[in-house]
């Protein structure tokens, strides 16, 4: 009986993940708006108090580490770089909101960041789980967060 009842509310949170991640999928054209406030269907979660703690160092190192890969990537300085976003969010899945084509993910709950740095006016989006260095993430191939913190956390 206790797996039974454990399945199904398994497949019942798989399928309120899923049309979740399927709302917040409002373009064919390119990936959520990210600077502006999260899409309807992503929940907020609340942010902490503004006061840093050993996990908010990690976060700042986190994000240098992405402005870093940015300015190689495109050969310039770090300085030219800014933070539009940086914040602490839950994926759908495996893929950290950024599925690799021909790959399988598994359907889960990862708690990760959400990261968007501006260069001369475009975007570029930093995806990773939490504790792990952000990985790049075309446009192409961006998902939205299941859940999204209220505030930034940088």
């Known amino acids: 009986m206790k797996r039974v009842l ?8 798989y399928s309120l993940i899923l049309a979740g991640a399927a709302c917040g999928q409002n373009s064919q054209d390119g990936p959520p708006e990210a600077a502006s406030e999260p899409a309807e ?13 050993d996990e908010d160092k990690s ?3 986190l994000v240098s580490g992405a402005i870093t890969d940015l300015a190689t990537r495109e050969g310039v300085t770090e300085a030219e770089i800014s933070v539009n976003r940086a914040s602490l969010v839950t994926w759908g899945s495996s893929a950290s909101g950024c599925p ?24 570029y989006y930093y995806h990773g789980r939490l504790g792990a260095d952000l990985f790049y993430c075309p446009k192409d191939r961006i998902e ?6 209220k505030d930034d956390v940088m």
Do not use: C
Not at 6 to 13: A, D, I, N
Not at 41 to 53: C, E, F, I, N
């Open 144 to 149: 939205a967060p299941i859940k999204a913190s």
């Open 59 to 61: 976060i700042t190192e």
């Open 100 to 123: 690799q084509p021909d790959m399988s993910y598994t359907q889960e709950l990862v708690p990760g960041m959400w990261v968007v740095l501006t260069l001369e006016g475009d975007n």
């Open 6 to 13: 454990k399945k199904g509310v398994q497949l019942g949170l």
């Open 41 to 53: 269907s992503v929940v907020a979660v609340s942010g902490g108090d503004s006061h840093l703690t």
